[in-house]
């Protein structure tokens, strides 16, 4: 199972000193969380695209490829790429230069995002957000299966024998995790194709994200990629930590009450009751993270948002070293506890590169099998 956390880059004033870092200050501090992640142990780092103020990480690929010269094992990723209003030429160019850069150790968050006015800021309709992103996932696989495309569709010009470059490295597209916290039109597209499915459950009561999990296990089964169980499943979810969660509770309180996503709404009490948010001590951690598994089974992807709602930079790394030492080895352990023999790791580019490399030596197998009993029929039909 991978461990990981996410970042949606927002700039936000600190509640308990007014000051409100530069948006310099904020993207090398985005870059330093991720080389603390790597360092303490975790395996994932993601970032949101955002276009609008208050968040910085309007281009997730740069600053991917700048943390993927720095590191050596984070798997590099995004929550999420906006499928709706990026080109999905460019989706396919920038993401296929990204895995040469970090040698594979990349993948990607489809999603419509949850801003708005990004629509027509890139000539589109937020009311075609849903077949928006139906179309262009459609384009974007075949750039990255075909050499030469031709497409024509409803919400960009059409391509004829064009060929995007770089090419995926090894012939491997990254693979592909579909966002959504709401919307069932994704959890179905994730299972048509068989990639993985992504529930940001930061904000929902666990019925609602059990709901939405459990469609795409089902639809997953359905469309023939194996059993539900097999099914490829990440989560999200905030944790602020002391050794004291009374100390916890204290220190965060002022920062929740202003965040920018849930601020000025419920108390922080009804929020950790009612969402996976949890603050408190590592061991409350443990335990919250530990009985997601509940309700949505085996999965393979657990990410946390740490560096949010104005929290400085040192107490977000100081957050990662408890994560990193105290949380994150305890919940490898349990989480491997009676996990069947059957449910998948989360993809990588090693294990969808030893996958193509089997689909094709079958492939080639059945090939010679074919033309060995056509030669056997040929023989008996002369004699």
Same mark, same amino acid.
């Given at each position: ?9 927002? &700039? ?159 012939? &491997? ?94 108390? !922080? ?43 400085? !930079? ?61 030669? &056997? ?7």
């Amino acid at each position: 199972m991978q461990f990981g956390i996410f970042s949606v880059g927002d &700039v936000t004033p600190d509640p308990t000193t007014g000051r409100t870092p530069t948006e310099r200050e904020r993207i090398k501090a985005m870059v330093a969380i991720a080389l603390k992640a790597e360092e303490v142990g975790l395996d994932v780092f993601a970032t949101g695209e955002h276009h609008n103020p208050p968040f910085v990480p309007s281009s997730p690929t740069t600053m991917l490829g700048y943390i993927a010269a720095r590191t050596e094992k984070l798997v590099l990723s995004t929550s999420t790429t906006l499928i709706t209003t990026n080109d999905p030429v460019k989706i396919a160019e920038d993401f296929a230069m990204l895995q040469h850069l970090a040698d594979g150790r990349v993948d990607l968050m489809m999603g419509r995002g949850n801003t708005g006015p990004v629509y027509p800021w890139f000539g589109q309709d937020i009311r075609q957000g849903i077949n928006l992103a139906v179309e262009n996932y459609a384009l974007l696989r075949r750039l990255w299966r075909e050499d030469v495309v031709n497409w024509e569709g409803k919400f960009r010009s059409p391509l004829q024998g064009f060929t995007s470059t770089p090419r995926p490295m090894d012939d &491997v597209p990254p693979f592909v995790w579909h966002g959504s916290i709401r919307s069932p039109e994704i959890a179905e597209q994730a299972a048509f194709y068989g990639d993985g499915f992504f529930h940001n459950n930061i904000f929902w009561p666990a019925d609602h994200t059990k709901r939405m999990v459990e469609l795409y296990r089902q639809r997953f089964a359905h469309y023939g990629h194996g059993t539900p169980e097999q099914a490829i499943v990440g989560l999200g979810g905030q944790v602020f930590m002391r050794r004291n969660s009374q100390d916890a509770v204290r220190e965060f309180r002022p920062y929740f009450d202003v965040a920018p996503v849930y601020g000025n709404g419920p108390s !922080l009490e009804d929020f950790t009751d009612q969402t996976p948010l949890t603050v408190g001590s590592p061991q409350q951690v443990i335990e919250k993270t530990l009985a997601f598994r509940e309700y949505a089974g085996d999965y393979q992807r657990q990410l946390f948002l740490l560096d949010h709602a104005g929290l400085p !930079l040192k107490t977000v790394l100081e957050q990662l070293d408890l994560l990193g030492e105290e949380v994150v080895p305890v919940l490898r352990a349990e989480f491997a506890k009676g996990r069947p023999a059957q449910v998948p790791d989360a993809p990588t580019h090693g294990s969808l590169l030893a996958a193509a490399e089997k689909g094709a030596g079958t492939r080639n197998a059945g090939t010679k099998d074919a033309k060995d009993a056509k030669g &056997v029929e040929k023989k008996e039909s002369v004699a």
